[in-house]
């Protein structure tokens, strides 16, 4: 049994985020990944930078950051219409790096919506810094379930 995640050695996350429970898959692989929920207008998925996310320079990975950027930009529609969606294009702009024990944030915004495609503009950054910046469209699918008990929208988040 491995000692590494005792609570004396758990990174300090910023108040109102609470872990994501995605314990399987990619989510796994890349995690953890925290959440902020205020509504389905307002809210934040965040990562803290790991080992394991890094290249050979020792910065957050180009893959990492445009695969958190899919999450963070498309859950805008898993609030908005709680419906499950796929990627059908996602452009970004790398303005600047991260580095191992920078917590990076990330939201989006839907600016257009026809039939079940959504276009969400977004942006990513650490601290005061916005470290990316991009648009998605994102193709809505069937009914989300509802929303788990773990997740906190308005007054309580």
Partial sequence: MTDDLLDEKLPEIPAGYVQMNWTQGFGRQIGPLYERIVDENDYTRAFLVGEHHTNGMKN??????MAFADMAFGHAISLKVRRFWVTVRLLTDFISSAKIGDFVEGT??????????????????????????????????GPRPEKPAWIKVGADA
């Fill in 60 to 65: 957050c990975h180009g893959g990492m950051l």
């Fill in 108 to 141: 989006g915004e839907i600016v257009g919506e026809e039939d079940d495609l959504f276009t969400v503009r977004g942006r990513i950054w650490v601290g005061d810094a916005t470290i990316m910046t991009g648009t998605a469209v994102f193709k809505a699918l």
